[in-house]
């Protein structure tokens, strides 16, 4: 039974989602001020802040097993630094394949100074909007993880949405380790929204 107070929570969370992405909406021009209001509303009564993605490869483990997961990913209306945190899993564009997806947990944002192993390369800052992803599996060398390591800083833009849970089988599930900040903040969202049940169905394995 989810509480009086958790809702109220899960609410908020709804409302500020909604706010944000129909200004990103009238900021692009796509709705004129006099439809704001409908827009804001449309949001908070349809959908979900959440939606399930299937994952596979070993690069996130041990968070998410070789054999894959089925994750229930928190949306966001931008990427910014008040809303992701390094210390978080995110669901981003893949930035060498743009139809493709890729789990990787954030290690750094702008203004981050970055300084490599090898002695040759130089350290440098990352730029505003700029961010450094890794992938959880220490055992994987840099190609073989397909990271910042690789293919270096990417944008904010690229993130679409934070990852708070993962199924690997009926009876290995649970949270997702992200930021402390962010914990508390998608605890409501993963109480009012979470459907084991659901994500078992959609599970490939």
Same mark, same amino acid.
């Given at each position: ?14 409302l500020d989602y909604s ?32 939606? %399930?993605?299937?994952?596979? =490869?070993? +690069? *996130? &483990?041990? $968070? ?7 994750? /229930? ?32 947990? %954030?290690?750094?944002?702008? =203004?981050? +100074? *970055? &300084?490599? $192993? ?7 800052? /990352? ?27 990417i944008s904010m833009s ?42 078992a169905k959609h599970h490939?394995?």
């Amino acid at each position: 039974m989810v509480s009086v107070s958790t809702w109220f929570r899960y609410i908020a969370n709804k409302l500020d989602y909604s706010v944000s992405l129909s200004y990103k909406s009238y900021k692009g021009g796509l709705i004129n001020d006099k439809e704001v209001v409908d827009s804001v509303w449309k949001n908070l009564l349809q959908g979900k802040l959440t939606f %399930l993605h299937w994952n596979k =490869g070993q +690069e *996130m &483990a041990p $968070t998410i097993g070789d054999q894959g997961g089925t994750l /229930l990913v928190r949306k966001l209306p931008s990427a910014d630094p008040m809303r992701v945190f390094v210390g978080d899993v995110v669901l981003l564009k893949d930035p060498e394949k743009s139809d493709n997806f890729l789990v990787r947990r %954030l290690a750094a944002i702008e =203004g981050y +100074e *970055m &300084a490599s $192993t090898d002695e040759k390369d130089e350290p440098f800052v /990352l730029d505003k909007d700029e961010c450094w992803v890794l992938a959880d599996n220490e055992k994987l060398k840099a190609k073989e993880a397909n990271d910042s390591r690789k293919f270096g800083p990417i944008s904010m833009s690229n993130i679409v949405g934070r990852v708070i849970y993962c199924l690997q089988t009926a009876v290995d599930h649970g949270p997702v380790q992200n930021s402390h900040f962010s914990s508390r903040k998608d605890s409501p969202v993963l109480e009012v929204e979470l459907d084991v049940e659901e994500m078992a169905k959609h599970h490939k394995a």
